[in-house]
C-alpha cells in the first residue's frame, strides 16, 4: 500500500469514525469491490496505535454491516438473477473462473461456501449475490452469514490489534494469509468430492 493511499484510508477512518468501517465492509459484502478488509485491519491498527477507534465497537460495526451487505448481495442475486449477475460480473471485471468456482462450491457445499467465503477476496466480494442467485434459502444463508461475518470481523480485526505500529508487515502477512487459507480452502473442497465421490462408488 503506497503512503497516499494509507494517508487517504486513515484520514477517512479518523474523521467518520466507524460509519467508514461500516460503509467499506456493506459495501464490499454486498458486491462492489471495495477493500473492506484493509479498511478492518487499518482501523483496528488505529485503534491499538492512536486509540482513536475502540476495537470492541469496531468489531460490533464490521459485523453488522457485513451481514446486511451479503443480505443485500443476496436479495439483488434472489430478485435479478442470472442476467444482473452477469451484468455485475462484466462491470467488476469478475472472471469466468471464479464465477465458475463459486457456482460448484454452492452446488456442491451450500451452506458452508458462505462461511469459508468471507476469507477468500474473490468469493467474499460474490457470496453474497451468487447464493441469491442459486435460490439458497434465506434462513439458511443468514444463519451462516451472520456466523461467517462475526468470525471473519473478529479475526481480522484482532490481526491488526495484535500488529500495533507494526502496518507494512501487517499487510504482508495478510497477503500469505489469504493464500494459506485460500489453498486450505481448496484441500478441503479437494477432499470432501473425493469423498463423495467414494461415498457413491461403495453404495
Avoid: C
Avoid at 462492489?32 to 491498527?45: I, K, Q, R, Y
Amino acid at each position: 500500500m503506497t503512503h497516499d493511499i494509507f494517508e487517504l484510508l486513515r484520514g477517512a477512518l479518523v474523521h467518520y469514525g466507524y460509519w467508514a468501517v461500516a460503509a467499506a465492509l456493506l459495501l464490499e459484502n454486498a458486491g462492489v469491490p471495495v477493500p473492506g478488509e484493509t479498511v478492518l485491519l487499518l482501523a483496528s491498527f488505529l485503534a491499538y496505535s492512536e486509540g482513536k477507534l475502540q476495537l470492541s465497537w469496531i468489531i460490533v460495526a464490521g459485523t453488522v454491516a457485513a451481514t446486511v451487505g451479503d443480505n443485500l448481495g443476496y436479495a439483488l442475486g434472489h430478485y435479478g438473477g442470472r442476467a444482473l449477475l452477469e451484468r455485475y460480473r462484466n462491470i467488476f471485471r469478475v472472471s469466468d473462473a471464479v464465477l465458475a468456482r463459486g457456482e460448484r462450491l454452492f452446488a456442491r457445499y451450500g451452506a458452508l461456501t458462505i462461511l469459508f467465503a468471507r476469507f477468500v477476496f474473490g468469493m467474499r466480494i460474490i457470496a453474497g449475490p451468487l447464493g441469491g442467485v442459486l435460490r439458497m434459502p434465506w434462513k439458511t444463508f443468514a444463519a451462516f452469514n451472520l456466523l461467517g461475518a462475526a468470525l471473519w470481523v473478529t479475526v481480522i480485526a484482532y490481526v491488526g490489534y495484535s500488529f500495533g505500529s507494526r502496518w507494512n508487515l501487517l499487510l504482508q502477512f495478510m497477503e500469505r494469509f489469504d493464500l494459506l487459507l485460500g489453498a486450505a480452502f481448496v484441500v478441503i473442497v479437494v477432499f470432501l468430492w473425493w469423498r463423495n465421490r467414494k461415498v457413491r462408488k461403495d453404495s
